[in-house]
């Protein structure tokens, strides 16, 4: 029997170990694997209890010498091992050696990924590499490396890889409708990540691209959220989070949100470099100076185009979409990985080596593409609309835009005239403030002019009801929508009115009909008997409008 020692150290190193180690010793009873928990860094909150969620057997650190293991396997460099005559192999938690750090024993600045020198010096230490690259760099900034590099390629790119076909799986998964793209931000850590430099940057993206075109999630490294903590992080996002962020959990979650990305927006952290070698198109809204010169991150943000925080977001989200990406970029990814689709096969041996064991058998360990991920993202319950009227094929064509009110406002952007101001359009169209029935804010649903529910009424009389009921509850709204179960939409109005709406194509929410039909209140077109054409995006749809009796049995309203 064997005994291998996985450092859990910081919430990073843990999960990467723990997505690395299970097909190295898959169904090896020889080996043992004990999880030792090493309290001493700053980013160890939420250690423990990933290592409780997965059923790890666990160690505390300071037993490691009375264990007295056969192999001792960290993601994390910055460990303080006892002495020993067992081996130590280091494997990164990124990409490795890409930028400096705060040195926690020191008043300075060092390598990422490099152990102390204590470690290289007794010989004992094995350093896994993703590119021949890296072992030059290692050498030219510590010779004691020498000889003491394993070059392995990067697992975790090669499961990438081997799941991009599923990446339309994962959209859905995250609830990111067929027709929309999403746009994912990655933050690294630090005063110089995207989130340190713009931490207003998800709700303004928000505020600027259609929400019937476009989704957005977050990536946000585990050191922010074990160093701040969910609460803080949730406050600090609130407003982006009710405008319908994506915020993607620190652990495993992230990989399947790259595959889903249409686009990224990222800074100097590892998510950028491995979006980079997945072809994503890409914007960098940050990069700090701590990139090291000359490695492929360092290439990286010299290369890539950067988001200006401050211009037209829209416009350069669609730009990035629209490209491709450049030889150069491809030229940048391929620096920093190598031997693709072999890094398990590689690292399995490596272990086995070092462990004094056969490997298994001859059957190499295999390569799992990722699990479905769990949408965590908030709902969005109101929408600043804009809608345009434009005249084609002998009938109305009605243009909706919508964008979360929540993030207008947060962004600095006016939100949409409400109920109270039926005049007012400009040179984009007619505006309005809508709402769901479970919004939470009463400013905004007190002040919506179209009120809805994401609930169908089970009947035409239950829809009535809802309507004038809602009505009666918002004095200062216009009208109000409900779906039916059965098909079609009905908006009641303020005065009384009752309008049929239906609509060919996929079902959608009931926000869409009641900015329809309130553009025709503004528009002066005709509620009984019209036929429209509804644009959202590039989908267009076929649309019917016409009079219901407002009670059951009473006449309907002639034109």
């Not at 933050?187 to 207003?200: E, F, M, R, Y």
């Not at 943000?301 to 988001?307: H, K, Y």
Request: net charge negative; with cysteine; aromatic share 6%.
């Amino acid at each position: 029997m064997r005994t291998v020692v996985a450092a859990a150290r910081t919430v990073t190193s843990t999960a990467r170990l723990l997505e690395t180690l299970p097909p190295l010793v898959r169904g090896d009873a020889r080996v043992s694997t004990v999880f030792a928990y090493d309290p001493t860094s700053a980013f160890s909150d939420g250690v423990l209890d990933l290592l409780k969620d997965a059923g790890c057997r666990t160690a505390p650190w300071a037993q490691l010498a009375d264990i007295s293991p056969d192999l001792l396997i960290s993601a994390s460099e910055n460990i303080e091992v006892p002495e020993g005559d067992w081996p130590v192999l280091v494997l990164p938690h990124g990409v490795g050696f890409q930028k400096t750090v705060p040195d926690s024993r020191a008043d300075r600045s060092r390598l990422s990924g490099l152990v102390p020198d204590s470690l290289l010096e007794s010989g004992r230490a094995w350093l896994a590499v993703s590119h021949p690259a890296q072992e030059e760099q290692l050498l030219g900034v510590q010779p004691k490396a020498a000889g003491r590099t394993l070059v392995i390629g990067d697992p975790v790119l090669d499961e990438l890889r081997a799941t991009t076909p599923r990446s339309a799986e994962f959209r859905a998964a995250l609830g990111v409708p067929r027709d929309h793209r999403l746009i994912v931000l990655s933050s690294t850590w630090g005063p110089t990540s995207l989130l340190g430099t713009h931490h207003d940057l998800p709700v303004r993206l928000l505020s600027a691209l259609p929400y019937d075109a476009y989704r957005v999630a977050a990536i946000i490294h585990p050191n922010v959220w074990a160093s701040h903590g969910a609460w803080q992080i949730r406050t600090l996002l609130a407003d982006a989070l009710d405008a319908g962020l994506l915020l993607i959990p620190p652990v495993h979650a992230w990989r399947p949100a790259l595959l889903a990305a249409d686009a990224l927006v990222g800074d100097h952290g590892s998510v950028t470099l491995y979006g980079a070698a997945l072809g994503k198109p890409l914007l960098l809204g940050a990069f700090g100076s701590d990139a090291v010169p000359g490695t492929a991150m360092h290439r990286l943000g010299r290369t890539a185009a950067f988001l200006d925080p401050r211009g037209d977001l829209h416009a350069q989200i669609e730009s990035a979409v629209a490209g491709r990406p450049s030889a150069s970029m491809s030229g940048i990814a391929a620096g920093a990985f190598t031997h693709p689709g072999q890094a398990l096969v590689r690292l399995r041996t490596a272990v086995y080596d070092l462990l004094r064991l056969p490997e298994p058998d001859d059957t190499p360990p295999p390569l799992l593409t990722l699990p479905r991920p769990d949408a965590h993202g908030g709902t969005v319950t109101s929408w600043s609309v804009t809608t345009t009227v434009s005249a084609g094929n002998g009938r109305p064509t009605v243009t909706v835009l919508r964008f979360p009110a929540v993030a207008a406002v947060a962004a600095g952007a006016a939100v949409a005239a409400g109920a109270d101001d039926m005049s007012a359009h400009g040179p984009a169209g007619f505006t309005h403030l809508a709402c769901d029935e479970e919004e939470r804010d009463t400013r905004i649903s007190e002040s919506a002019a179209a009120l809805f529910r994401h609930r169908p009424s089970t009947t035409p009389t239950a829809g009535l009801r809802w309507t004038t009921d809602t009505l009666r509850r918002f004095p200062g709204s216009y009208l109000a929508a409900t779906a039916l179960t059965a098909g079609g939409y009905l908006v009641g109005l303020r005065e009384g009115d009752l309008v049929e709406v239906s609509i060919t194509g996929p079902t959608t929410d009931a926000g869409l009909p009641a900015a329809l039909v309130y553009t025709c209140l503004r528009a002066g077109i005709p509620l009984d008997g019209t036929s429209l054409t509804l644009r959202v995006g590039t989908v267009e749809a076929d649309v019917v409008l016409r009079f219901r009796p407002a009670a059951p049995g009473a006449p309907a309203r002639s034109g």
